[in-house]
């Protein structure tokens, strides 16, 4: 009963927080609204004893990703202040097609997909330490791949960012 | 209820409170309750008595008294201060944005507070024994990049929003060379719990006996993440007032005021945790209760030390800071975490583990200084400033 109660009480704050972020006329008020609803997935998370996951949810998404999100919006010039409108013109049919999408996707991984189900109960001790070396065991290929996408990245940040010589 | 032994008195305190016709659920809830209160009024009170330190000990240092009016040596200044803080008006700038400007100091609070959970205290004794203990502290500490970043944003203060800048530029920067200390300290340990980590340095080995360049990568990250001399540029004084605190006065100051020192216990309790052994010393197995006195000592010492470097160091340039942290901590912390990793692989006897980590980092240590002491002869060059526009 308790449980029920806090996962509506976060879901909803996740929600609203989730809304305020399309429809909030300041950017940077967008970007904080942004960091809530991540804190509201991590809760969600730690209802679902998944303690890896919102520890990593809140390091990368609150920790990296929003605060780079924020460093962006506050060197972009005349972003800070100024109420720009979330709407315009084919609001609409954005929000139609967002919100096909999102049937097609919802119908797509809850009735067609075939998960392996796993018999239900208390998640095991050693659960981290599985993880880890799943991650470097069985799945190293696509952890490796993942890792070289990054650095790629990151190289071609530097390459278009770097003073060029005159 | 046994006193020497802290561990007991949770089932004590369960049992009496249940006999009184409460439910486990309720029994639980106020044993929780008394329990985070405990710790934070420990925090606050050792806070108290933390920066009456820090500044008569600085006095010392730049010859001078320090506090001595308030109280026996000024003990009683740090409570004057205080009340006076907390008695004066609240202020908030005109253009401000509200909602942001005093949610931000509380966010800053309360990142450190969650911190303060999973600290070991004693045999058995900590506030959560998180097994992604490591992952938590690191996670939770970015919520105060946040704090940071919505103070110098909603002060709508140029200083303040310089301040900011500086926040996300250099805790961004020396928070990977501190993961990657802590990832070191992770693979020898073998856990990411703190309480584990504690119990992986039994038998007087500490981390720090094994590992002394992780612990000296440790101190200077730690350092830098608390905004201590020589990395203050976040509020240098004489560039940008105060930083990301600037348009904050009374209680809403005084919260930044306690962030800090909170930073400072908390880096150095962990410093203490990780490479010093945590509550281990004499008779800490048989009499859980000196494992307080052990933990206090050692997390005093490292406080001391951050004092000393404060007290006596000038502050870095900003480049000299940035260049710092990405030209020399980052690739040497990564070289550590591989020597680390390849040491453990080898499966050796434990002798044999701890001499041959012990040898390659006093060996990182001697080639870092070499590299370091060949750029100062070689002297650091301002990076060129060209403005393409």
Known sequence: ?166 | MNLLDPQTIAPWFIKVVGSLGLSAFWTQLIWDVIGSVSLVLFAIVSILFIVWLERKFAARVQDRLGPNRVGPYGLLQTIADTIKLLTKEDITPATADRVSYNIAPILAVFSVFMVMVVIPFAKGVSGADLNVGVLYITAVSSLGIMAALMAGWSSDNKYALIGGFRVVAQLLSYEVPMVMAMVSVVLVSGSMSLQKIVGAQAGGRWFFWVMPAVFLLYLTTALAENERTPFDLLEADSEIVAGYHIEYGGIKFAWFFLTFFLNTLFLASFAATFFLGGWRGPFAEQVPILGFVYYFLKTTLVIFFMMWVRATWPRLRIDQMMSFAWKVLVPTSLVLVMITAIILKLGLSPFWETGLLLISNLAVILVVLGFLGRALRLGIERPKRRVVA
């Open chain 1, 1 to 166: 009963m308790v449980m029920r109660v806090v996962f509506v009480v976060v879901s909803l704050f996740t929600l609203v927080m989730a809304f305020m972020v399309v429809s909030h006329p300041t950017l940077f008020s967008s970007a904080l609204y942004l960091v809530a609803t991540f804190l509201g997935v991590a809760g969600l998370y730690v209802l679902l004893e998944a303690d890896f996951l919102a520890v990593v949810q809140v390091m990368i998404y609150v920790g990296a990703v929003s605060i780079l999100i924020i460093f962006a919006i506050m060197l972009s010039r005349g972003m800070m202040g100024k109420r720009t409108s979330s709407h315009n013109r084919q609001a609409k049919w954005v929000a139609l097609a967002s919100l096909l999408l999102a049937i097609l996707l919802l119908y797509f991984i809850t009735v067609l997909m075939r998960w392996p189900a796993v018999q239900a109960g208390p998640v095991p001790a050693g659960a981290i330490q599985m993880l880890g070396q799943d991650l470097v065991g069985r799945y190293v290929v696509p952890f490796e791949v993942a890792s070289v996408l990054l650095l790629v990245a990151l190289v071609g940040a530097i390459v278009l960012a770097r003073e060029r010589e005159i």
